[in-house]
């Protein structure tokens, strides 16, 4: 074998894809092995049932996934899914008030998530040297004598019950947030990462609808954020065109710290009601249903710091929730493993073997990035325990007051949403001309706020 013989990914869900869609061009082979169902799939897979629930995709993630996939933009939209401009053709509500509706020039790529999953894979699978292989348990790590070297995996076949060694120049962990990588370090004697965990007590509730076409004229969605001083959120989206002419629609609910949106048809229609957007319960309250409801509860965000291992085997990567799985509210896990992804296609571009170190330190940044977002969004939220430095209190108070100035500004509605998107740094938000227009809002245009609003 080369050393470029065969990539080995452990995971076919997106993280597991896009890494297999980065790492073709630089393998012989690359395998993809899940426990679940992949081949001819569509739709929603057991293994992950986060996929019924309102999925965005940040302007980002979007950038990135047309980097990992030429075209697929166009693809998806001719498709049916709704693409538009992240500013003019959502309805973001925040703090209760509507941000300014403006075009940012960045795109709204409005894929339900398993329409994504299904989209990539038919792209990934299509590819001559890449295999999937479904209905098989990865077991653990195989090693060199020395323990420093990752040589495959040990998997077990579903269907047969028997056991088989993978061998491979590359593993890339792609199992999600239940990696047992950490488990697995120990075990050969390697030092597990460190785990930085928020516990946010997360809600999601989410059905389907059939609603009229136009409901929202020329826009996709709105995008309810949660905050102190309105903490039921939601994502009313329009997903695709009916045979008969109407639209589907998803609406989850959603809220932290236990507020958790029931799924009993009347509990479920209360609590949209309790959203601060009249017109989602307006929308929702008269319309077929489509299925049944379905909650789920993400007790807490993690970051594994992969990145601070001092020893660390060669011969293995990790890749998405497995590394960062953040709060699912600010639709940052895509877009994280897409960049990954594209990190990790940079590693092998040279033609030498992926170095863990360099390939963690490349991903780092844009986790930071998000997590960032995550603690200054989370913590403010007094149930929510974690460190609350005097620099973070500020950051918060701070993008609480660009998110009331940006109802009423253009260019504070581009900053924040450019920020939240991953496009730029959150730190872009404290340039000196949007700190200005916002300051000079909160002072001309905007009443004070209460307390619960600059918490
Ligand atoms: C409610 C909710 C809403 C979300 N909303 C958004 C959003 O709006 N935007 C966004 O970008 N992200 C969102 N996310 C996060 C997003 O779903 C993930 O970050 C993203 O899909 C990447 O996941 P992954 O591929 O790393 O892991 P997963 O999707 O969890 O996939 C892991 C795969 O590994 C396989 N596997 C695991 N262990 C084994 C094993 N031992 N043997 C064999 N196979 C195994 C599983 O079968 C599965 O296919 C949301 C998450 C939740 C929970």
């Not at 009249?278 to 077929?288: C, G, K, L």
Request: glycine share 8%; with cysteine; net charge neutral.
């Amino acid at each position: 074998m080369s050393a470029r013989d065969r990539a080995l990914i452990l995971g076919g869900s997106i993280a597991g894809l896009f890494a297999a869609q980065a790492l073709a061009g630089a393998y012989r082979e690359v395998l993809v092995v899940d426990r679940d169902a992949l081949i001819g799939t569509t739709g929603l897979r057991r293994a992950t049932p986060q996929s019924f629930h309102a999925h965005g995709l940040l302007a980002r993630g979007q950038q990135a996934i047309e980097e990992l996939f030429p075209g697929i933009t166009d693809e998806f939209a001719a498709d049916g899914v709704p693409v538009g401009d992240v500013g003019s053709d959502l309805r973001w509500v925040i703090n209760g008030r509507r941000l300014r509706q403006t075009s940012i020039g960045l795109t709204c790529l409005a894929t339900p998530r398993t329409v994504l999953e299904d989209g990539v894979r038919t792209r990934v699978s299509a590819l001559p040297n890449v295999r999937l292989l479904e209905h098989c348990d990865i077991v653990g790590l195989t090693t060199t004598a020395d323990r420093r070297r990752v040589t495959g995996a040990q998997v077990f076949h579903q269907a047969d019950a028997r056991s088989e060694v993978l061998t491979a120049d590359l593993v890339v962990d792609a199992t999600g947030r239940g990696s047992r990588t950490p488990l697995w370090l120990s075990e050969l004697g390697y030092q597990p990462p460190a785990e930085e965990r928020v516990k946010i007590g997360l809600g999601y509730a989410t059905r389907n609808f059939r609603m009229p076409a136009g409901l929202l004229g020329k826009d996709i969605g709105y995008i309810v954020a949660q905050t102190p001083s309105h903490p039921r959120g939601a994502v009313l989206a329009r997903e695709r065109r009916l045979p008969d002419g109407s639209d589907r629609y998803v609406l989850s609910l959603n809220a932290h710290a236990g507020d958790h949106p029931p799924a009993d048809p009347a509990g479920f229609l209360e609590y949209a009601r309790s959203v601060p957007v009249p017109e989602i319960y307006a929308a929702v309250r008269d319309a077929e249903p489509l299925n049944d409801i379905q909650t789920y509860r993400f007790p807490a965000t993690q970051w594994r710091h992969y990145e601070k291992l001092t020893a660390f085997p060669a011969g293995l990567l990790l890749i998405g929730d497995s590394v960062a799985s953040p709060n699912p509210v600010y639709a940052q896990g895509n877009t994280l493993s897409a960049l990954a992804a594209l990190a990790l296609r940079t590693q092998v571009a040279d033609g030498g073997e992926p170095d863990p170190r360099r390939y963690f330190a490349a991903i780092t940044p844009n986790i930071q990035a998000a997590w960032d977002v995550n603690l200054a969004g989370d913590l403010r939220y007094p149930e929510i325990e974690g460190r609350r430095t005097p620099k973070l209190r500020i950051a918060s108070a701070y993008i609480n007051k660009v998110q009331r100035a940006a109802a009423h500004d253009d260019a504070l509605t581009e900053a924040f949403l450019r920020a939240a998107g991953l496009v730029d740094p959150p730190q872009a938000l404290f340039k000196l001309g949007t700190l200005l227009r916002t300051l000079r809002h909160s002072v001309l245009t905007e009443p004070r706020a209460t307390q619960a609003e600059v918490r």
